[in-house]
């Protein structure tokens, strides 16, 4: 009976670890994300805890929902507007992921992510449908509660939307490769080389993006680059790291974003990013699944050839067993003269019966 309970005390301090870890990073994630606000000081272009708790789902299960609770409600209890409306927008912030995860699963996704039906189970029910119930609760709830003029519905909506749904895109991604992360056993310096130079080059590319010149579309070749040569571990990091350079620029009204209006701003921003995300998960994907499926015409072949060899090889058994007539070299005894198995032929039969009716010398 102790041993039973302290294996119960250990899987419930286990599972209330992974609560605290996930509250935690939700709560610091959400913290980065509202430095770059758009809307009243909580509706931000990219969610980064949306990503975080859609992956905490896939990887961990349902179980540390309260985790997704709990960094929610500690995030919005210091924004306001009022303790309804924080309750309201916790709920939304908790359902929102559950449904994502509810969805995927409900598709058999895959966290390795090296098939287009995940990648595009990914995108379309984990973020865009997923997160409508966030980004609905909250808004309802900032409207409401009188936090938000009624006819800031609909912006306000968008950028909450389509923050939630890119923080999926750009996060989930990189926590489903890190979660599968290890180091490799022989891999060439030129890989760490190019892995290295890719690094340096989506940096300087990032800073051009946050400039005065409109040059985000810079960022495709390296995205390109990133999948066709690291699959979905360099795609992904790559991804999340234009996304935050144009979120920057954005921020500072620098290059594209320079001279628009709020709106303006949100469509060029969220259609860079979904563009760039939908990029590395759809190109990563494809590879992937390119990929396996050389494998497996590699091991078919592979079962064909040794299945071949097999039969060669046993043919050729058969061939020694025989004599040069054709006739096996043992005699099984049998009255019908089969040796080894192999009848004889018809001119051996009719020999063998001349010779018995043939009169012996001797009478």
Same mark, same amino acid.
């Given at each position: 009976?102790?041993?039973?309970?302290?294996?119960?005390?250990?899987?419930?301090?286990?599972?209330?670890?992974?609560?605290?870890?996930?509250?935690?990073?939700?709560?610091?994630?959400?913290? @980065?994300? *509202?430095?770059?606000?758009?809307?009243? =000081?909580? %509706?931000? &272009? $990219?969610?980064?805890?949306? /990503?975080?708790?859609? !992956?905490?789902?896939?990887?961990?299960?349902?179980?540390?929902?309260?985790?997704?609770?709990?960094?929610?409600?500690?995030?919005?209890?210091?924004?306001?507007?009022?303790?309804?409306?924080?309750?309201?927008?916790?709920?939304?912030?908790?359902?929102?992921?559950?449904?994502?995860?509810?969805?995927?699963?409900?598709?058999?996704?895959?966290?390795?992510?090296?098939?287009?039906?995940?990648?595009?189970?990914?995108?379309?029910?984990?973020?865009?449908?997923?997160?409508?119930?966030?980004?609905?609760?909250?808004?309802?709830?900032?409207?409401?509660?009188?936090?938000?003029?009624?006819?800031?519905?609909?912006?306000?909506?968008?950028?909450?939307?389509?923050?939630?749904?890119?923080?999926?895109?750009?996060?989930?991604?990189?926590? @489903?490769? *890190?979660?599968?992360?290890?180091?490799? =056993?022989? %891999?060439? &310096? $030129?890989?760490?080389?190019? /892995?290295?130079?890719? !690094?340096?080059?989506?940096?300087?590319?990032?800073?051009?993006?946050?400039?005065?010149?409109?040059?985000?579309?810079?960022?495709?070749?390296?995205?390109?680059?990133?999948?066709?040569?690291?699959?979905?571990?360099?795609?992904?990091?790559?991804?999340?790291?234009?996304?935050?350079?144009?979120?920057?620029?954005?921020?500072?009204?620098?290059?594209?974003?320079?001279?628009?209006?709020?709106?303006?701003?949100?469509?060029?921003?969220q259609a860079f990013n979904g563009s760039a995300a939908l990029t590395a998960l759809l190109l990563a994907a494809?590879?992937?699944?390119?990929?396996?499926?050389?494998?497996?015409?590699?091991?078919?072949?592979?079962?064909?050839?040794?299945?071949?060899?097999?039969?060669?090889?046993?043919?050729?058994?058969?061939?020694?067993?025989?004599?040069?007539?054709?006739?096996? =070299?043992?005699?099984?005894?049998?009255?019908?003269?089969? /040796?080894?198995?192999e009848p004889r032929s018809e001119e051996r039969r009719a020999e063998e019966r001349r010779t018995r009716q043939?009169?012996s010398p001797h009478r």
């Amino acid at each position: 009976m102790s041993v039973a309970w302290r294996e119960r005390l250990r899987s419930g301090g286990s599972a209330a670890l992974e609560v605290c870890v996930v509250a935690a990073l939700y709560y610091g994630s959400a913290r @980065l994300g *509202l430095l770059q606000e758009l809307v009243r =000081g909580q %509706v931000t &272009p $990219v969610w980064p805890p949306s /990503g975080i708790a859609v !992956a905490a789902l896939l990887l961990r299960g349902p179980r540390v929902w309260p985790g997704i609770t709990l960094g929610a409600f500690l995030v919005n209890i210091t924004l306001g507007p009022s303790v309804p409306a924080v309750l309201a927008i916790t709920a939304g912030n908790t359902l929102a992921p559950l449904c994502s995860y509810a969805l995927l699963r409900r598709t058999g996704f895959r966290e390795e992510l090296d098939r287009l039906r995940d990648a595009l189970a990914l995108i379309f029910l984990g973020a865009f449908t997923g997160m409508l119930l966030s980004s609905t609760t909250g808004t309802a709830a900032l409207v409401i509660s009188g936090a938000l003029a009624p006819d800031r519905f609909w912006p306000t909506w968008t950028v909450w939307w389509t923050g939630d749904a890119t923080g999926v895109l750009v996060v989930t991604p990189v926590l @489903l490769v *890190l979660a599968r992360a290890h180091r490799p =056993g022989d %891999v060439a &310096p $030129v890989r760490w080389a190019e /892995g290295l130079l890719l !690094a340096v080059a989506t940096v300087c590319v990032g800073f051009l993006e946050a400039g005065r010149a409109p040059l985000l579309f810079l960022a495709f070749p390296l995205l390109f680059w990133a999948a066709f040569r690291f699959r979905l571990a360099g795609a992904a990091p790559c991804a999340l790291a234009v996304s935050a350079f144009a979120i920057v620029a954005a921020a500072r009204r620098s290059g594209p974003f320079a001279g628009h209006d709020l709106v303006t701003r949100m469509i060029t921003l969220q259609a860079f990013n979904g563009s760039a995300a939908l990029t590395a998960l759809l190109l990563a994907a494809v590879l992937g699944e390119r990929a396996e499926s050389q494998l497996e015409i590699e091991r078919a072949c592979r079962q064909l050839a040794s299945m071949v060899a097999e039969i060669t090889t046993g043919d050729h058994h058969a061939l020694h067993a025989r004599g040069p007539d054709g006739v096996a =070299g043992e005699d099984t005894g049998k009255d019908d003269g089969a /040796g080894a198995g192999e009848p004889r032929s018809e001119e051996r039969r009719a020999e063998e019966r001349r010779t018995r009716q043939r009169p012996s010398p001797h009478r």
